[in-house]
Structure formats: C-alpha cells, structure tokens
C-alpha cells in the first residue's frame, strides 16, 4: 500500500497570506490528523477529521482550519499567516480497531517557511 | 489531559552499545503507546508499539517495556548502528468520546558515534 502523501514538500510565504496544504492518506484510512511540528514545542495536535467531519480539535486559533473529503484526503488552511506559523506540518492517517482510529501513520510533512 | 514526558532529550552513544529512551504519562486511562522514529527531513515513523495488556514487546534489535503501575515505558535499542541515529518520539494514546487522543513526548535526539 501507498504511504500517506502531502504536498506540497515545501512552501514559503509571507506575512499575511494564507496557505493550503494537502494529505493523502493511506487506502481505506478514514481518520486524517494533523500536527505542527517545531523544535521547541515538539509535536502539536491541531485537529481530526473521520467521515468528513471534525472530531477533535487543539488549541490553536481560528486561522487554522481542516478539512476532508468523501474519499478521505484532507486539507488544511492557515490564513493570515505569522512567523510563528513557519512548522513541519505532518499529516497522520489511522484505520479503525473497534470503531476508534488506531496505529498512526504518518506523512513526510509540508515545511512552511513564513518570512 | 494527558501529559508525556520524556528522558532524556539527546543522547550518544558508542556505536554497538544499548540506547534506552524513557518516558512516564499521567492518565491511567491512557493504553496504546507507539515509539515513532524521525529522520531528518522525513515523517516521524512507527517502528514498535505496546497495548496496556502486555508489559514487553520485541522486534530484533528493538524493545519496548511497559509498567502501568508506575505510568512508564521505555524503549531500548541494542546493538546500535549508525543508522538508529534519528530522533525518537514516545506518545500515550486513550479512546476518548469515540476518538483517540493521542499526546506526543518532546523527543530524545539520538546520535551513534562510528
């Protein structure tokens, strides 16, 4: 099986845009999760998408939004960037044991450079 | 919510020595608890994981211990090589609401020294 896609790899913006980032998940993965990774605040939990339908959600602000599709892929946006935006940001696919998502795999991440 | 520590934050060791990663969690609710393994400039990636019925998992050079009572697991990496120098993330994952909660530790940089 294919592993979890996001494109795009690498991204630079600048203040005040928006970006859209994009996550593919593994085949018959149905829970998309989504993370900001950054050397001094390791792995954040920015929110879960099952069905189409958020599920969870950290705590971020408002500029970051999700979501998913009928076939599973997500997306998400960050509007008006910040500096502080600039992160890996991975995306995690899980399959359902019991009706709950499981073992997460993850994406290779999209580096958001914002100058 | 659940908090994940994780000890220590670098550490080298001698090429074919045993490296051993701890981390404790505070929710008793939590029973899934995966070991990521992170290459520079790629996703974290899964290499062993433990459910809370069992207290010691094996993959070759790989192992994971858990004790529930304590609220701590360990990873431990014998013989290394090169090649496990990477950064190694623990998490404690619960069902919580119909959805896992999953909480990342901060990460122990590994280095193997040729």
């Known amino acids: ?115 | 919510g659940e908090n994940v520590e994780q000890h220590p934050s670098t550490l080298s060791v001698q090429e074919g020595d045993s490296a051993v990663i701890k981390c404790t969690y505070s929710d008793s609710a939590s029973n899934y608890f995966p070991w990521y393994k992170q290459e520079l400039g790629k996703g974290p990636q899964l290499i062993i994981d433990i459910r809370s019925n069992v207290g010691e998992k094996k993959d070759q050079r790989i192992a994971v211990t858990l004790n529930k009572t304590a609220k701590h697991f360990s990873l431990h990496i014998t013989e290394t090589q090169p090649e496990d120098s990477a950064v190694y993330f623990c998490a404690a994952s619960m069902n919580s609401g119909g959805y896992q909660k999953v909480t990342f530790g901060i990460g122990t940089k590994l280095q193997v020294i040729p």
């Not at chain 1, 099986?1 to 203040?15: E, F, N, S």
């Not at chain 1, 998940?25 to 879960?48: A, D, K, M, N």
């Not at chain 1, 019991?98 to 450079?113: E, I, N, S």
């Open chain 1, 1 to 115: 099986k294919a592993g979890v896609t996001q494109t795009p790899r690498y991204l630079i913006k600048t203040r005040g845009q928006q970006v859209t980032l994009s996550c593919s998940p593994i085949s018959g993965h149905r829970s998309v999760s989504w993370y900001q990774q950054t050397p001094g605040q390791g792995l954040q939990f920015l929110f879960e998408y099952f069905s189409e339908t958020q599920r969870n959600k950290g705590n971020f602000p408002g500029r970051f939004s999700g979501r998913q599709f009928s076939n599973s892929r997500s997306e998400m946006n960050v509007s008006t960037l910040e500096l502080g935006d600039s992160a890996l940001y991975l995306c995690a696919s899980s399959s359902l044991l019991a009706g709950v998502a499981d073992t997460q795999y993850f994406g290779p991440g999209t580096r958001l450079t914002v100058l």
